[in-house]
């Protein structure tokens, strides 16, 4: 099967940026599209961005204009760049990678924005 590691997620102030990666291993071939999704404490989780195998991007309203989503096809790897961070950024970030029509999850990573 797929399996999907992120990695780039920590502690970091309000205004700050960080960069989460999402390693695609396993019986990866190619992907179609990947999102990343996050989730907050009691909240339920929320589609956040999608970059499509023609490398369309869609963005939610929350952080249209701060995030960019981008994938390296070589590497089987998918980027969020998260800049001017909020508090209200705060959450897991899960990515997520279709393959044949079949979605897999990655365990997440989470970000916290804080002074």
């Known amino acids: 099967q797929v399996q999907l590691v992120e990695s780039g997620g920590g502690l970091v102030q309000p205004g700050g940026s960080l960069r989460l990666s999402c390693a695609a291993s396993?019986?990866?071939?190619?992907?179609?599209?990947a999102s990343w999704y996050r989730q907050a404490p009691g909240n339920e989780r929320e589609w956040v961005a999608t970059?499509?195998?023609?490398?369309?991007?869609n963005y939610a309203g929350s952080v249209t204009g701060r995030f960019t989503i981008s994938r390296d096809n070589a590497k089987n790897t998918v980027y969020l760049q998260m800049n001017s961070l909020k508090a209200e950024d705060t959450a897991v970030y899960y990515c997520?990678?279709?393959?044949?029509?079949?979605?897999?999850w990655g365990k997440g990573t989470l970000v916290t924005v804080s002074s």
């Open positions: 970059i499509t195998r023609g490398d369309s991007t």
């Open positions: 997520k990678v279709v393959q044949y029509g079949v979605g897999y």
């Open positions: 396993g019986s990866i071939v190619s992907m179609n599209s």
